[in-house]
């Protein structure tokens, strides 16, 4: 099979995937809403079995595209793209291979390596970051004393109420670092354009411009989180999600 026809099956695959996955999440959801309004006990296995029988074939349906993409991938992989090969990483990548740093003034020297130790130190910050919140969250979820059998929903709402800013601060530095590292992986490629025959392809304008877009639908997340968060939305997700664990499925 050749190399463009191998593309536009992929492609095709892709598309495939992403209307049959949308349709399953509109049906989960649809059935989880009509899960929550039905009953004084919505959550029985009666109710829960027949609200998800209308839906099993796109949720079926999705399960077999997904595996039908590893044997996909396996059997057909897909081209090198060449997007990829336009990210900044790669570029900087290949940068490095065909520049002799012994040759480069020292500005140029002094630039890469302050990017370089500028990155690790954002790789560092963000590690011990994560690794506090992380700690802090276990000191409280190990503790055994902080739940109770006879309060279990208020148990796990008391540990949400730790668990989601922990969540919320890692997320946020693992995105800044992204953020940062990347923005410092360009400035270190622009040092390197400097270097004698060294030439870079620069990144196309429109990824940046769907670099904005990532981060503005990151932004409505965060915000739409937050709004459910303080309007206590997750409380009741959260004591009909036990509710699931300790009546239908039994392991209270």
Aim: charged share 20%; with cysteine; glycine share 4%.
């Amino acid at each position: 099979m050749t190399t463009q026809k191998r593309k536009q099956l992929h492609r095709i695959y892709r598309i495939a995937v992403s209307i049959v996955t949308v349709i399953a999440g509109i049906c989960l959801m649809c059935a989880c809403v009509g899960i929550y309004r039905s009953g004084d006990k919505p959550f029985s296995r009666e109710a829960v079995a027949q609200a998800f029988a209308p839906i099993a074939l796109p949720v079926y349906l999705c399960l077999a595209l997904v595996i039908g993409g590893f044997i996909l991938d396996a059997a057909l992989p897909c081209p090198e793209k060449e997007k990829a090969q336009r990210q900044p990483h790669m570029v900087l990548q290949r940068l490095r291979q065909k520049t002799d740093m012994t040759l480069c003034t020292p500005e140029t020297c002094r630039a890469v390596l302050s990017q370089c130790e500028s990155r690790r130190r954002c790789t560092l910050i963000c590690t011990a970051v994560n690794l506090i919140a992380a700690v802090v969250f276990l000191i409280y979820a190990l503790n055994g004393s902080n739940f109770h059998r006879s309060e279990i929903n208020a148990s796990m709402l008391r540990a949400m109420y730790l668990f989601v800013p922990c969540l919320a601060v890692s997320f946020a530095s693992a995105l800044l670092c992204v953020y940062h590292n990347r923005k410092s992986m360009e400035a270190e490629i622009a040092a390197l354009r400097q270097a004698k025959d060294c030439a870079a392809e620069p990144v196309p304008h429109r990824e940046r411009k769907l670099h904005w877009l990532k981060a503005a639908l990151i932004a409505a997340a965060v915000v739409l989180i937050a709004v459910g968060y303080a309007g206590g939305g997750f409380r009741d997700v959260l004591t009909k999600a036990v509710n699931i664990c300790t009546e239908c499925i039994g392991l209270g």
